[in-house]
């Protein structure tokens, strides 16, 4: 049985805003996939962060994951699913 070390957990971040139906659908997404994985993720919210507001303003929510922007507006499960998959 050959097994792999494996690198540290996958940094998984959504960019949202208050009031943002499409950020609460992507909230359920993200918790839901995660928590099937075993995995954490965490939010940040564009009033925290207003270079994420100018960044991202017509794109939010953004899911980042090891700071790469994966998805904007809907969250994907299944896509995002393939991408925390080890």
């Known amino acids: 049985m050959n097994t792999q070390p494996q690198g540290p957990p996958p940094d998984v971040v ?5 009031q943002c ?3 609460e659908d992507a909230r359920a997404v993200v918790e839901r996939v995660t928590a099937s994985l075993g995995l954490r993720w965490r939010e940040r919210s564009v ?8 960044r991202f303003a ?4 953004v899911l980042m994951i090891d700071g790469i922007q994966r998805d904007f507006w809907r969250i ?3 896509r995002l699913r393939r991408l925390l998959r080890p």
């Open 21 to 23: 139906h499409l950020c």
């Open 47 to 54: 009033t925290d962060a207003p270079e994420l507001l100018e």
């Open 76 to 78: 994907d499960e299944e």
């Open 14 to 18: 959504l960019v949202t805003k208050p």
């Open 58 to 61: 017509e794109e939010l929510p």
